[in-house]
């Protein structure tokens, strides 16, 4: 089986992968999955923030347009994947609250209400609430203008999500292949830690070290990682929307817990959680004191695939018959990974797909 030549081979198994291999199912072509950690959510997928976050409503685009696209189908997308899974990703459409700390900002968000409206339809709403519309969950004072609601935004758990994913892909009949390290890509052929496999087409989706395969097929390093860190409490708190407060996300999962992150670390001596967590911490804290009850049960740190022109870096790799890139998820993986998936089939299927220029793999050489 491991020399049977497939459709497409997938390299790496988080969000982007996963999402890939299951729209190339939906295709009807067979898929290989190659994912060089002994089980899935080893990367940067394998985590627990899981915010589903729309850009703000005004000065709309194509990029703005392609991720509020890409939000409104999750929902369904989702359920269908716990079905056939049988697992839960925690997903749900919970909306968010961002506090408004001055009459400046107030004016700003009472605009993006308008913007909102225009941009989003039917789809979703934002609305300014006081600054007590959830005592017990935003701190009225750390919102004293306050706060901006949206019914957009949603969470899943990230690592739950991945095993859903994985589960339903497997049943659908993707081969998968764990502690398989792919160390050459060139176009029908990858070299692995473990021979080599075939295939017509093959998906980079390989994280952070995706862009060191991709190196030398365009000549250059095309991206690089940037260090978060998230800690989970042990706290139930009922089905409320999540916040954005002070550059954090506050998370209160379907499954329990509220996580908190996270850092944005350029640079970084290790890859594991360290002080700068308890930084985190302590600001979530300040935005919810109920979470000052609650004991920290996780810390977590993982690195995000961040293209060189900071937007996604998708599609045909120039110069490399059927190769793919499904990289540069950075901040919004979850978010967009469903339509990436999509949206790299028609590409390969197809041979052209409908997305911003800024995500195809060309914006991001030569920067
Ligand atoms: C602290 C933190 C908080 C975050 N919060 C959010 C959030 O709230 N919302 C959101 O949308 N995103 C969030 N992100 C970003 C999100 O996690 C990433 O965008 C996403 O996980 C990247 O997915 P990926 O599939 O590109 O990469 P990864 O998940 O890293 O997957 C790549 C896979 O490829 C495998 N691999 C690597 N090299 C090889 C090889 N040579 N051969 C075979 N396999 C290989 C790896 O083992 C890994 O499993 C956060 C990230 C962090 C770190």
């Not at 306050?146 to 589960?167: F, K, N, Q, S, Y």
Request: charged share 20%; glycine share 12%; proline share 5%.
């Amino acid at each position: 089986m491991a020399g049977d030549k497939t459709d497409i081979i997938v390299v790496g198994a988080g969000i982007f992968g996963l999402w890939t291999a299951r729209a190339a199912l939906a295709r009807g072509l067979s898929v290989r999955i190659l994912e060089a950690a002994p089980e899935i959510g080893r990367g940067a997928s394998g985590g627990i923030v899981g915010a589903l976050a729309p850009h703000m409503p005004e000065r709309w685009g194509e990029k703005k347009q392609f991720q509020f696209e890409a939000l409104t189908v999750l929902g369904d997308a989702i359920a269908k994947v716990e079905q056939e899974s049988g697992l839960s990703t925690g997903y749900t459409r919970t909306g968010r609250l961002v506090p408004l700390m001055n009459e400046k900002s107030r004016d700003r968000a009472l605009a993006r209400v308008d913007d909102a409206r225009e941009n989003w339809g039917d789809a979703a709403m934002m609305q300014v609430l006081p600054s007590d519309a959830y005592p017990d969950w935003l701190l009225p004072s750390a919102a004293p203008a306050g706060i901006v609601h949206d019914t957009l935004t949603g969470r899943l758990h990230p690592a739950a999500t991945c095993h859903a994913l994985a589960e339903a892909v497997r049943r659908a009949g993707a081969i998968f292949e764990v502690n398989c390290t792919v160390t050459d890509v060139q176009s029908g052929r990858v070299e692995t830690s473990d021979g080599d496999r075939v295939a017509d087409a093959i998906v980079l989706a390989a994280g952070v070290d995706g862009f060191g395969l991709l190196a030398p097929l365009v000549g250059e390093t095309p991206g690089r990682a940037e260090k978060g860190q998230a800690a989970l409490l042990d706290i139930d708190v009922a089905d409320v929307p999540l916040i954005y407060a002070d550059g954090l996300y506050l998370i209160a999962h379907k499954h329990g817990g509220v996580a908190v992150g996270a850092t944005s670390e350029k640079v970084f001596e290790t890859s594991a959680p360290d002080a700068l967590l308890d930084d985190v911490i302590r600001r979530a804290i300040a935005v919810s004191p109920r979470l000052a009850q609650a004991q920290v049960v996780q810390r977590w740190a993982g690195l995000r695939p961040r293209a060189n022109g900071r937007d996604p870096m998708l599609g045909a790799v120039p110069g490399a018959q059927g190769i793919f890139a499904a990289l540069g998820a950075f901040k919004i993986g979850f978010g967009i990974g469903e339509k990436v998936g999509r949206v790299l089939l028609d590409e390969i299927v197809d041979g052209k797909a409908d997305m911003p220029d800024s995500f195809r793999v060309a914006a991001h050489l030569g920067l």
